[in-house]
Structures are given as C-alpha cells and as structure tokens.
C-alpha cells in the first residue's frame, strides 16, 4: 500500500509526486465539492497547495470566487443542465496572481435542487495518463487511487480492469465495515453479500464495458447502524491519455436524511392536495387515511366525536375522551385492513390510560412501541386489539389528536407491522403537523356542515310542506337540495289558491347560496302570496315584486351593515347587489275558462303536456330578474284542456349550457306515460340526474281541472234598484238546485248588498256569478274600475253598513280589477256535509 506524506500526496515507487502542483508527469486532481446553491461545502489539501485557501477559509464561501473573473458560461450553462465540463480555466490564487488550471464539473447525485458537484482542479499542461498497461502493480494502483476522488467525504473505491478493489477511502471502508485487507484485490461482491454489494460489481462491470458513467440510488442496511439506508452512487470510468477505460471509480454518498425529508415533504405536499378536496367530514378523514398509509404508516384509522359528524360544536382540547368517537375512516396496506379491531362506522371506546386517551388529554402526539409496559397493560384489557396486534405483527403506535380552532375533533391512529423502523421522533413531529392539517380541513367540513344544516332547516321550513285545498289543479312537488359542494341556494314553489276557484303556481330562485339565500327566498316568497291576495295579474304582480326588491336593496346611506350580518361587516355569501339575480314565474290558471295566464322574470318557461299526449315549451316574454327595476313584464295566456300537465321548475333541472340539450331528459320523462304526478316528479328527476344534482331544483307538477255549467251559475243584470229582487230571486233558485238551501239566506244577504253597490256605484254592464267548489264564491261585476271600501257608519248613517256586513257573512271578500272594470267576490265556506 502507498503511504501518504505530510503534505497530502501519494509518495509513488519512482519517487514522483502525486499531489496537486506536483512535477511529475501524472495528473492527479485535488477535489472541492460545491453544493446546489454554488457554496464549496469540502475542500481537499491539494486545492489548498494549488489556490493557497485553508479548508477554513473557503468552505461555506460561493465557489464563484474560485476563479479569476467571471465563472465562464459554458460552465453555468452546464451546471444549470446538470451535465458533466471539462475545460482549462484561470483561478484565482489566494495572493491574488491568476493560476491556469484543468476543471472537471461533475453531478454526483439527487435532483437540480439538491444536487452536489464535484470539481476536480489540476494544474494545466501536466498530461493526463496512466503507467503502462499489463498486471496490476502498486504503482498503477497508486496511480489509480490518486486519480480517483482521495479525501472526499464521500465514500470512495477504485477499481482496476479486472474490476478487483485497488483503494478506498476511510469512509468507504467505514461504510462497508472492512479493512483494507479485507477488500482489496477483491471485487465488490467478494467484499459483502448484500444485494447492495453485488449491484455495484454490476454497474462497474457495465461501466467497464460501455465507458459510460452511471448514478443510481440503492437502498441497503449499514451494519453500524442496522437500519435500512439510502446512498446516491456514482459509478464512473477512468480513462488514461489515450481515452481508454483503465478502471472504474465508485463513489457513494449517504442520502438517507436527505431521502427522508424529502419523503416528508412529498407527504406534506400530497396531504396538501389530497386531503381536503371537498367539504364533506367523511370523505375528508378518508382522505387524510388513504394519503397517510401510502407514505407514512402501515394502517391509519380516524376517529371522529359524534358531534362533530353532526356539525355541532366540538369539545374543548384537553377535555377526557368520555365522549362518543366513531371509527369513520382507515386505510391499510393489507386488503379490508384487517389488522384493524373496530370495523369502519362503529363506535370506538377509548378507555382511560389508552395511548388514545392520553393522546386527547395532552393534546399532543404520542408514540409508543408494543412492548412498552403501558402498552401491555392497556393491551391486556383490549384482547381483540391484542389478538390482532400479535397476528399481524404490530410493533409501532402513533396517536395523533385532531385540533383545531382550540377545539378537539377526535383522533388519527397510525401502526406500522410491515415496515421494519419504528416510529422516530421525526416521525413523530410530520405525524402531528399532518394532524393539524388534517384537522383545519376537517374543522372547515364540519362548519360547513353546520351551515349547511342550518341553511337547509330554514330552507325546507319556508317551503309549504302541504299545498292548500283547491280545486283547479291537482298537484306534485320536489324540492332537492344541491350537492354539499355547491351548498343550499334560494329555490322556491308555492301554490296559492284564488278567489273565482282559480289558483296561482309559483317557482322562483334566488342567486347564491347559505342561509342568506334560504332567508331572501323566505322573504320573496311571502312577498308573491300577499301580492297575490290583491288578485293581481301576473305582469303587475311581478311589477310590484321588483319595486320590492329594489327598494330593500338600498341600504340608507352611511350604515354599511344594515340588514347584512354584523355591524360595519359585509357577509361572504350575500351576492353582489343584494337580492339582484332573483327570477321568478308566476301562473294563475282559471278552471272556469280553461286559460292560464303567466309572466317571468328572468326564469326558465314552462313545460306543458297536453291530453293528446303533444309536449311544448311555449314561449314567454322574457322579463328581467327581479331586482334590476329598468324593464317592464309582459303576461302570456294560454288555453289549457282539461287535464294538461304544467311543468314549473328551477335552473337546476336543466344540465349543461346549451338549454335544448339540457331539456331532453324532461322532455323524455314527460313523454313516458304515468299514472300519477308523483310518477311523474320522479320520472324527471331519474331522468335528469344519476346522482345528487350540483344546484337545488325546485320542481311542480300541475294537472288541470275544470269547473263545468253545474259548478257555474252566472246572469246579467240591468242597472235598476228592481234588479236587486231579481237578483236574490235568482241566487235562491240557484243554491235549491245544488242542494244548499242552508246557505240561501246568507247568500241573499250578500248578492242584495254588493248588487245594490254595483247599481248604485258603479257602472253597466253588471254581471252576477255563482260558483260551487270548495267553498261558495259570489261575484258582481261591473265596469267602473273604482273600488268600494269598508267605512265605520255613525249612528244615524243611512248607508255605509254593506260591505261591513258582507265582511261579517262571509270567510273572505275582495275586488278583482280586470281589463273591463271589476269584481267584487265575497266566498263563505260550506258546511262538511254539504
């Protein structure tokens, strides 16, 4: 073996000096390593006798200042592509003068970001060559140890033709537990039995022939340690003068910490994007457990309070785990993760002193081993955790507390049976920062569900959950709240009966989503039914219904959080412009006539199915959303045979942009016969949706009825006092032939008043109706468009007492305006018998 002097060269059999700076005719490169940010992280003695620099003095120093001038560009442009240069270069020594130097840049292992280069400076014009070829002598071996990387803190062997080991470096002999004697003149797979081991003798043996360099990485286990390790190897020719493969140099570098962190931040990284993609507290602790056993552990199972499942308020962290937990998620590396002893939706007990248990009351991450005493303890009163503890081999426990928002949410329980390494402290600090990653995103699910129930409480409590007793249509209805993605938005129905036997169909949905949606919706809604009181006709109802919404727009000046959450603060889920975006349909049907008349502001148009089975789309005058108050609202009428389908519904029924093509599964589902309406809710509802729909739909069906000559009774009056005999005459007649006889004397009471009203006040011509559903409506109309109100008479008053008595006879009155003056309808209740 060669022996080193004093000044840190190899003293060869001729006497020539190895080192760098050396007069002999060998080049034998001093080493300095630089690291991915360009500073020198090692710097051999041969540097030092060429550029003057103690270690000290340079490490830690940008290598920029190596040499003299700019670091040339081919040189950047090699290190920024990761490439191996080679080129002469002017250095700078460390008393200022210029050296011309040979460098050599190469890549010695890991990505762009974290990769080590090692340069090899030697003195310029000394040539490059190997003694003459035959067997292997010391002197070539000394040679080859001196051309090699000597001193790096890497560990580094030589290797001649015969692939046979002719030197080492301390650390390699560290690293493979062997002395020199032990190793050289062996090859590598004679040195250790390792797989390890035998694949490098393979790659040297490739490089031999290929004259290619390699890099791989090997995973093996280091007998100073016992532990699986991670080494970046670099496999590399030695050429002499001429360019031939004179051996192999082999240099390896312990990456293991290096390959751990970046393990954990692939882990954090992938948590980041995997956990948390939705709103939902299930499928986010899936999440967490699906990401963690791929990376991290050999099982995952995440415990969750019962109310934190139902969005309700957690407990407070350091609380005891008395408290319900359910195993709602787990992940294992074994199929259906049988090593778990609590299956998937079950309870799980977390009993007192259990790592669990500790765990939630510390607030902390714990590890244990299964030996532990406590752990043997707590296993002896756990004989189905135990029993599969011994089965499969289960030797590490990590218990991680869910906390978030000094709250605790529940836990995350990780085991490890088929990796080897129990968990580390390190292990220990990524299990936890996962945790309280995992928790924000559970936390975040868990208000949102909160909201959402919220929302959705209010929405289905502002919704009629029975439509009313009428007689113009029958009816069917669904209202579907959205995906918990998209949240619960402002979708509206409603069926309003009207006096004449008539009814008002109404949907309606407002733009946004949250309990301010829900509240908005509740307030339109109970704005349309008192419209519709008045007996309006659709365009003016809706005319009315904008001015209302425009007007609770504006806030008074200078009070920003009027009527919008906190004071001074704007809620998040109000939409842009308060309620603009609002739509809404109004139809009112008369069973009398046949027709229907409707009006929309910004809403979807109607489906109607007709008796002969034809299906249309009829085309409305397109108003604008209720809010924006600058156009006008146009009515459409349409005759509707007995026993036509109506079709109201909401955007969310309709898929996609293009509203033809989103229309065709409601088209197929109405043309499908059926029996009933709800046959036919729920055909339009499979029909347009495999799953739960993305956006709320409110969705009413309306077959229509008709009220025939027997239900209907109606006569013309003249405008004289006379009439009103005739006009009692007529009613009584009217109610003997529907059996009503009960009811005449009321009834004259009220014809005789508002006929005399008609006479006196109004104007020809002058009609009287009488019509028998539910309820029995009486009707005078006349063309003067003035309406009568009621007044208080005085004592001596003459007049003034009509409509107050008619008020008193029956259920309810009102006045209808009409294109043609009025009508004034009194309805009073029937008895049940009747």
């Known amino acids: 073996m060669a022996q080193t002097d004093s000044a840190g060269g190899t003293a060869e059999p001729d006497g020539r000096s190895g080192g ?20 020198v992280t090692s710097w051999a003695r041969g540097a030092e006798l060429l550029l003057g620099h103690r270690s000290d003095q340079i490490v830690g120093r940008p290598g920029s200042e190596l040499f003299d001038g700019p670091v040339p560009d081919s040189l950047s442009r090699a290190l920024a592509e990761g490439r191996e240069w080679s ?125 290619e360099a390699l890099r791989v990485r090997i995973s093996g286990s280091a007998p100073e340690v016992g532990r699986s390790r991670v080494y970046s190897n670099f496999v590399y020719p030695l050429r002499d003068g001429d360019g031939r493969v004179r051996g192999t140099s082999i240099a390896v570098l312990d990456i293991t910490d290096q390959d751990l962190a970046r393990r954990r931040l692939s882990l954090m990284s992938a948590a980041g994007e995997g956990v948390g993609t939705t709103l939902d ?124 928002r000094g709250t605790t949410l529940g836990l995350v329980i990780f085991l490890r049976h088929r990796t080897p390494e129990p968990f580390d402290v390190e292990d220990l600090h990524l299990a936890g920062e996962l945790a309280a990653r995992a928790a924000l995103a559970i936390d975040n699910a868990r208000q949102y569900t909160l909201q959402r129930n919220t929302a959705l409480t209010l929405q289905h409590s502002l919704l009629p959950r029975h439509t009313p007793r009428q007689g113009a249509v029958d009816v069917a209805f669904r209202y579907l709240p959205g995906s918990a993605d998209g949240g619960v938005s ?113 809403h979807l148009g109607p489906a109607v199915l007709r008796p002969d089975g034809s299906l249309d789309f009829p085309e409305l005058p397109v108003g604008p959303p209720l809010g924006q108050g ?46 009933s309406l709800e046959e036919i809710c729920d055909a339009v509802l499979d029909a347009s949706f495999a799953g739960p729909p993305s956006d709320d739909i409110a969705l009413l069906v309306a077959r229509t009825r008709t009220l025939d000559d027997s239900q209907v009774a109606a006569w013309d009056i003249d405008s004289d006092p006379v009439e009103v005999a005739r006009a009692r005459k007529l009613t009584t007649g009217q109610l003997g032939l529907w059996g009503l006889e009960e009811t005449a004397f009321v009834t004259e009471l009220m014809v005789s008043e508002l006929v005399t009203n008609a006479i006196r006040y109004g104007r020809p011509p002058i009609s009287l109706r009488l019509i028998r559903d539910s309820g029995l409506v009486c009707e005078v109309s006349d063309a003067s468009s003035t309406a009568p109100h009621m007044r208080r008479a005085r004592t001596y008053d003459e007049g003034g007492r009509g409509l107050l008595l008619v008020a008193q006879l029956s259920e309810r009155w009102g006045t209808r305006h009409t294109a043609n003056g009025k009508t004034i309808w009194a309805e009073q209740r029937l008895p049940a018998d009747l």
């Open 20 to 39: 760098t700076g050396g007069t002999g005719g060998v080049w034998s490169p001093a080493v300095v390593c630089v690291d991915a940010q360009g500073r």
């Open 87 to 211: 080129s002469r270069a002017a250095l700078r020594h460390r008393d200022g003068r210029s050296v011309d130097a040979d460098v050599h840049a190469a890549p010695m292992h890991g990505t762009a970001d974290d990769t080590t280069w090692v340069l090899l400076i030697g003195e310029a014009g000394v040539e490059r060559q190997f003694p003459g070829r035959g067997e292997t002598d010391g002197g070539e071996a000394t040679a080859l140890i001196g051309w090699a990387l000597d001193q790096l803190p890497l560990a580094l062997g030589v290797f001649d033709q015969n692939n046979h080991m002719v030197g080492a470096n301390d650390e390699a002999y560290r690293a493979m537990a062997v002395t020199a004697e032990g190793a050289l003149g062996r090859r590598l797979g004679e040195v250790g039995s390792a797989p390890p081991y035998r694949r490098l003798e393979q790659l040297s043996d490739q490089v031999l022939r290929t004259g």
């Open 281 to 404: 507290v299930i499928r986010t602790a899936q999440e967490l457990a699906d990401v963690a056993t791929e990376r991290f552990a050999d099982y995952v199972g995440v415990d969750l309070l019962d109310s934190v499942l139902r969005g309700l308020s957690p407990e407070p962290v350091g609380s005891r785990a008395a408290s319900t937990y359910h195993r709602i998620a787990q992940q294992s590396v074994l199929e259906g993760f049988p090593e778990s002893a609590i299956r998937t939706g079950q309870p799980d007990f977390i009993a007192p002193d259990s790592p669990m248990e500790l765990a939630l009351r510390t607030g902390r991450a714990l590890r244990h081993r299964i030996t532990d005493p406590d752990m043997e303890r707590w296993l002896a009163r756990e004989p189905a955790r135990a029993e599969r503890a011994r089965t499969y081999g289960i030797h590490s426990y990590l218990v991680a507390p869910l906390l978030a």
């Open 490 to 602: 402002g979708d509206w129905y409603d069926v309003i009966p009207l006096p004449g036997a008539r009814v008002a169909l109404v949907v309606g949905e407002v733009v946004g989503h949250g309990v301010h949606a829900s509240a908005t919706m509740g307030r339109l809604r109970t704005a349309v039914r008192t419209l519709a009181d008045l007996d309006l006709p659709p365009d003016e109802l809706l005319t009315r219904l904008d001015d209302l919404v425009v007007r609770g727009d504006q806030a008074p000046a200078g009070v920003p959080g009027q009527e919008r959450g906190m004071p001074g603060q704007e809620p998040t889920d109000r939409p842009e412009g308060g309620e603009v975006g609002a739509t809404c349909l109004y139809a009112v049907y008369d069973p009398i006539s046949r027709t229907c008349a409707m009006a929309r502001a910004g």
């Open 630 to 675: 600058d156009l006008p609202f146009e009515s459409t009428e349409l005759d509707l045979p007995e026993g036509s389908v109506l079709a109201l519904y909401t955007k969310g029924l309709v898929q996609g942009a293009d509203l033809d093509v989103g229309l065709v599964p409601l088209r197929r589902a109405l043309a499908e016969p059926a029996e």
